[in-house]
């Protein structure tokens, strides 16, 4: 069973009890009749970016955007002092 617990005042909030995992596609119908225009819109932009094989969140999947990322290496104190 939850609980709820506030203190306004404070502006602090408590949820407990206990955790259920829930498939996201269970939670949907109930999230999507909250949402306005804007953000519908907003939620298919991610849909169509997890849509296809071997694509990356945050683009078209080119191997450029991993640039950023360095390599993983063995000895994690001798690469930092790099």
Known sequence: MQQVQASIGANTYV???TA???KLQDLLPGIINQLGPDNLENLKKIAEQFSGPGQVAGGS??????DDVPELVEDFEQASKQ
């Open 15 to 17: 949820i407990s009890g």
């Open 20 to 22: 259920e995992n829930k």
């Open 61 to 66: 999947g080119d191997a450029k955007d991993d």
